[in-house]
């Protein structure tokens, strides 16, 4: 079974399109007077200076599979019809996860206590943005290790609690990222801590190849 990766400081811009988007903000229709667009970007940059972006990554090979499960190298089950349609033929597995850290909760909390809600949501929003941005981070960074061995990852990702992936699986991520090196922790209702962390599992597929044969075939085709 691969050791896990775990990457210590993720350091990313704020998507910003992203972030008033989550906001509910339209370029089309959204109008904002330039004293809000201020704040909304001041809130940005002050959520951006609190969060320490921190992840891990694992790959482990598919052992078995069933029309509504996969195990796993190591045993582990996970019991999901739709995952097991998602990830199709791949014959491993990466496991990532992503937290945004503690500050930047306890700057919501806090926001929200006192009184500064528009803040707060803000905050909120850029840091469900930029834990999300991490996964992609991650992502990015294993598809550069796995196209030098003529793979790559599947272009979607699913998690814990989706579709039919029951979200006590949860707790399997959880052990097999080994998360409480992050910080992280997991309540017994299956709730990731801090709040803005996440996880994900996609599959590796391989990279095909065109032959000099397949590109003539192509080429007479054209």
């Given at each position: 079974m691969a050791p896990v990766t775990?990457?210590?400081?993720?350091?990313?811009?704020?998507p910003r399109a992203a972030i008033y988007?989550?906001?509910?903000?339209?370029?089309?229709?959204?109008?904002?007077?330039?004293?809000q667009r201020r704040e909304t970007e001041a809130a940005i940059d002050a959520a951006a200076d609190l969060i320490?972006?921190?992840?891990?990554?694992?790959?482990?090979?598919?052992?078995?599979?069933?029309p509504d499960r996969i195990v796993l190298d190591g045993g582990a089950v996970l019991a999901s019809r739709r995952l097991a349609d998602f990830l199709g033929t791949s014959r491993e597995v990466l496991l990532m996860g992503?937290?945004?850290?503690?500050?930047?909760?306890?700057?919501?909390?806090?926001?929200?206590a006192e009184g500064r809600a528009t803040r707060?949501?803000?905050?909120?929003?850029?840091?469900?943005?930029?834990?999300?941005?991490?996964?992609d981070?991650?992502?990015?960074?294993?598809?550069?290790?796995?196209?030098?061995?003529?793979?790559t990852l599947l272009t979607a990702r699913y998690s814990a609690g989706y579709g039919d992936l029951d979200l006590e699986h949860q707790t399997l991520f959880h052990r097999l990222l080994e998360l409480n090196r992050l910080g992280v922790s997991l309540t017994p209702s299956r709730i990731l801590l801090p709040e803005k962390s996440v996880t994900a599992i996609t599959g590796l597929r391989e990279i095909a190849v065109e032959t000099p044969r397949d590109a003539a075939t192509r080429n007479e085709a054209i």
């Open positions: 775990v990457f210590q400081r993720i350091a990313i811009a704020p988007r989550r906001l509910g903000f339209r370029s089309a229709s959204t109008r904002l007077s330039e004293a320490r972006l921190a992840g891990a990554s694992r790959r482990l090979a598919v052992v078995e599979r069933g992503a937290t945004a850290g503690e500050a930047i909760m306890a700057a919501i909390r806090a926001d929200m707060g949501v803000v905050l909120d929003a850029t840091a469900s943005e930029m834990t999300d941005a991490a996964l981070w991650i992502t990015a960074v294993e598809n550069r290790a796995l196209r030098r061995e003529g793979r």
